[in-house]
Structure formats: structure tokens, C-alpha cells
């Protein structure tokens, strides 16, 4: 990942007036108005296909949520190719894999970033069996641990036709955000990605349309 594209990824923080900054809050304050009872506590963050923009779109929705004074959990749940480890420049050595194995509890996988209220819970080494562990009861225990200790759990996931992950992911979650890029994204597989969002437990909560990659 390009140092623009680092940047790109932390742009809510690194440049709040801009006009992307801004959509982001906007995207926020959209969230948060179809959660007015306040049952939203963990929310996918899904693409169609890769190089959509999920994991940039999951960066910066975090830190407009902890720019609104939000505890928020950034947790890269792309067991295959992750991202924010990159965006946020962190350690990446032990994360969500190692502690779904049972090798770490969260508090050691948590990592503060450079942004007030915002942690974040990278990837950690890639696994064998990144779909298992995702559906494990430790997936479920560690997200109920989370929902505790933050006021919003965002999640970056793997593209929909990569593997069977994001589904997987997403149905564990409140809601869920589908991040489309224009000019990339065919109508059809933007169509299957929101049926088979909708066909799971989480509510889409949020669309994004957007021209940037990862």
C-alpha cells in the first residue's frame, strides 16, 4: 500500500475538513439516525468485489466515530488480505487471528492509534483456516467482550465473491454498510451483495459510492 493510499485511508483525521472528511461524517450521522434505539452496536463493513474501497471506507468511518467522541473498535476481520495494520501503520505480528485461536486475549491485541478514542484489533498472521475461526464461538465471545468495553465495533471484511467470510462476519453483526465504487462495481454483483447481506441476520445500515480502491 502507497503512502497516498495510507493517507487516503486516515483522511477523516488527517485532513477533517475536506469534502471526503465530510461525507464520512455524513455517512456516520446516517448510521446513527436509523439506530435511534441504540441496538447498532457492531457494524460490517462489506464490498461486492475487491478493491472497492471497504477497508479505506472502515478507517474513516471509525474516526468519525471517535471524532465524535465515540470508544470505537476497529477490527480488520479480512483474514486473507488485511489492510489496516497498513493504514493505521501498527504491529501486525499478533491480532484477531491469534486471539481467535486462543493465543491472546483482546486486551493484548489491542492496539490505541494516533487517534483519540480509536483502537484497533489488526489481523494478525495469516491463517490456515480463516473461515473457521471467524465462525467460531470465540468470533462470538470476543464480539460480546468488545460490545462492552466500546460504544461502536466497526468490522472490515473480505470481499463477498472472495470467500464465504463476510457473510459470516456480517451475520454476527448489527448492521451492516456495502461500499460500491464506481465505474468498478457491475450492478449485478452490487444486487447479490445486497441480497445476500439482507438474507442474514444484519440490517444494511449504509451504502457508500465511492472512485478509490482496498
Known sequence: MSRWMRKRGRIAGTNPKSDVAES???????????????????????????????????????????????????????????????????????????????????????QQTEFANLHVICSGPIPLNPSELLESEAMNVLLEEAKTSFDIVILDTPAMTVAADALIVADKCDGAVLVIRRGKTKLEAAARAKETLESGRARIVGAVFNRIGR
Not at 448510521?31 to 468485489?49: P, W
Not at 465515540?70 to 489496516?84: G, H, I, M, N
Request: charge should be positive.
Open 24 to 110: 464520512y461524517r455524513r455517512l456516520r450521522t446516517g448510521i446513527e439516525l436509523s439506530n435511534r434505539d441504540g441496538k447498532v452496536k457492531t457494524i460490517a463493513i462489506a464490498s461486492a468485489e475487491p478493491g472497492e474501497g471497504k477497508s479505506t471506507t472502515s478507517a474513516n468511518i471509525a474516526i468519525a466515530y471517535a471524532q465524535a467522541n465515540r470508544r470505537v473498535l476497529l477490527l480488520d476481520s479480512d483474514l486473507r488480505e488485511p489492510d489496516q495494520h497498513r493504514i493505521f501503520e501498527l504491529q501486525n505480528d499478533k491480532g484477531l487471528s491469534t486471539a481467535l485461536a486462543g493465543r491472546a486475549g483482546i486486551g493484548e491485541v489491542l
